[in-house]
């Protein structure tokens, strides 16, 4: 039965893998710098270490949006969330997995009457409009940095190719790690509440409920990478944007760091304590940072060949994606509720950052612990205030 | 693994460069010999060609075939195995012009001796150019643009070389029969077309080089 529930996001994980996977390695598989096994084994193995390890920053700013508290709703707002993915694609509309999920969390939100946390959704959005833009600006620094140190390197055609399969791997590898730190809250970050797993302790080593909810997530992207991503691979690789091996190596790191940036919970921490403004650590769209990357470069290039429609169609995408995902949700609820009478909220009472209730529910519980965890995350400002508060 | 093979490639890529230009010293020197009427070191430089032509050959199949097999520089492959084609059409020109001497047995009157050694050797002079601009373009595509240049010098030096030399060959009174300024002209104009191949190199060479600038 639970994983009949997990099913909407493990689902969720295999559409993210097959499409995704193509952001990090479609021009190095498409144009055959790297054959699609190692791509695939890379992808995988990266993916998961980097949801297990890396994965559950970003998982968090979603609970913030709204901690969907019973495993029915959950799972309805992962399967709405892919169905909603899996329906645009087949229209062709401009989709991406973590607009997605964000309008099913508020269609959730809406459905149980859980007010939505404004701050964390304009954080979030506000996160989709400015990652394509440092993407872009990543690209056009690392492409000037590149074209730099080819001048003065000087390698032969030969040499080049050798390094930049290497350099595809590896920042391929890093690439696919991000992903997987990154948008493993896509996937699982709805079950983070309502987690059925208990926590494995062997010797001093834990691991969490939460690491293996990511890592059942991860091995579905795996299996999503391993099973369908040949063929997006191939189209990204040849028909959609015509890249030089060198450039599309300059797309994937900017793509790989700009997922890292909203990803890495250290590199938040370490950038807070040096009072440095960190990002948010919010799931972005790997396509649309490939697309924010390809234009650095395009701009750098005189401004040639840059498609203002798609541009268009991306912005586009940040409104109908989540408004189309939350209808979707709020109608699936209540099929779910109305018809086979499954439990998808449950009635809790409003818990604040100064109001922690004990209640012995174990799911309950989890969403409290969850809450309580949060504090970890809040600046010096917002622990003072909790502290006058107790 | 992926080094070992890529420097084995490189290093008969270059080994064909030297063959390129090996067949245009060979050629050069097979002329003066014709021309000076050695003939026993002119049938010794033909058979070199022809042996550095059969060599050439066999060494652009199994470059080509490693590129394809081992799926090495998928990106820049077509070009590479252009680039060793056209090339190869230099050898070839080289080596039939030069048997075409031996079968033909042209009468060239010793007053244009001067003018078909400079002919050969300017074509030859793009030839060494364009086997620089090759060697250039897989070290440092950037800079190709220098040496590509002085290609198209030496092709229009034996445009204008072969075209005088054409000139003075229909104009000349003491040979009397057309079939013989006919078949002088086709001499002029299949030493001039060593050069105009190098031409077609370097045009080429020009657009891999752009493709390369990242």
């Not at chain 1, 695939?40 to 968090?60: E, N, R, T, Y």
């Not at chain 1, 944007?241 to 060198?246: F, S």
């Not at chain 2, 013989?180 to 031409?199: S, T, W």
């Amino acid at each position: 039965m639970i994983l009949l529930f997990l099913s909407g996001g493990l689902f969720l994980g295999w559409s993210l893998g097959a499409n995704d996977a193509a952001n990090i390695f479609g021009t190095a598989v498409g144009t055959k710098m790297v054959k699609f096994r190692t791509a695939a084994l890379v992808a995988s193995v990266f993916v998961i270490l980097g949801a297990v390890i890396s994965g559950a920053g970003a998982s968090h700013t979603l609970g913030k949006l709204g901690a969907v508290n019973a495993i029915g709703g959950a799972f309805m707002v992962a399967l709405s969330a892919a169905f909603t993915v899996f329906w645009m694609t087949k229209l062709h509309l401009p989709v991406s997995t973590s607009q997605a999920v964000v309008g099913a969390i508020v269609g959730w939100n809406f459905f149980s009457k859980t007010q939505t946390d404004y701050n964390s959704l304009i954080k979030i959005v506000g996160t989709w409009v400015f990652s394509p833009i440092l993407a872009a600006v990543f690209s056009a620094l690392l492409y000037i940095l590149l074209k730099k140190i080819l001048k003065v390197w000087k390698l032969s055609v030969f040499r080049l190719d050798v390094y930049t399969r290497i350099a595809l791997i590896v920042v391929g590898a890093f690439g696919a790690y991000s992903l997987g730190a990154n948008n493993i809250a896509n996937v699982m970050g709805v079950f983070v509440p309502v987690s059925p797993f208990p926590d494995i302790v062997i010797g001093n080593f834990t691991i969490s409920s939460v690491q293996q909810l990511f890592f059942l997530g991860a091995i579905a992207i795996s299996i999503g990478v391993f099973t369908y991503s040949y063929k997006v691979m191939k189209t990204v690789g040849t028909g959609v944007v015509k890249l030089t091996p060198q450039s599309a190596l300059v797309v994937v790191l900017a793509e790989s760091l700009v997922l890292f940036l909203f990803a890495s919970k250290s590199l938040h921490d370490f950038l807070i304590s040096h009072h440095l403004p960190a990002l948010p650590l919010v799931p972005v769209s790997s396509s649309q940072l490939v697309v924010g990357a390809v234009l650095g470069i395009g701009i750098i290039q005189g401004g040639r060949n840059i498609q203002f429609k798609t541009l268009g169609k991306i912005a586009s995408g940040w409104v109908t994606t989540p408004i189309i995902a939350a209808l979707i949700t709020f109608v699936a609820l209540f099929f779910l509720k109305n018809t086979f009478d499954i439990e998808v909220y449950k009635e809790t009472p409003a818990v604040t950052q100064n109001e922690i209730t004990i209640n012995n529910d174990s799911s309950l519980h989890k969403v409290h612990e969850y809450k309580i965890n949060e504090f970890c995350y809040l600046d010096d400002y917002s622990k003072n205030k909790m502290g006058e508060y107790k | 693994m992926l080094f070992k093979k890529t420097k084995s490639l490189e290093e008969k890529f270059n080994k064909f460069l030297n063959l390129t230009s090996e067949s245009a010293m060979i050629f050069f020197e097979g002329v003066k010999c014709y021309l000076h009427k050695e003939n026993e070191e002119f049938e010794n430089y033909l058979a070199k060609l022809i042996k550095l032509e059969q060599t050439a050959d066999a060494l652009r199949r199994e470059i080509e075939t490693v590129l394809y097999e081992k799926t090495l520089l998928p990106e820049a492959r077509g070009d590479i195995f252009e680039l060793l084609e056209d090339l190869d059409d230099v050898i070839n020109q080289t080596e039939e012009t030069l048997l075409e001497f031996s079968i033909e047995i042209p009468q060239i009157p010793e007053k244009y001796n001067e003018h078909f050694t400079k002919l050969t050797e300017y074509s030859i002079n793009a030839v060494n150019q364009v086997v620089k601009a090759s060697r250039k373009f897989v070290q440092d595509p950037a800079n190709v643009e220098h040496n590509i240049h002085k290609v198209y010098f030496w092709e229009k030096e034996a445009d204008r070389q072969s075209e005088k030399l054409k000139r003075e060959i229909f104009r000349d009174e003491s040979i009397d029969k057309v079939s013989r300024r006919f078949h002088l002209r086709y001499f002029a104009l299949h030493i001039d077309m060593v050069a105009d191949l190098a031409e077609d190199v370097a045009d080429k060479l020009t657009i891999y080089a752009i493709k390369r600038s990242i």
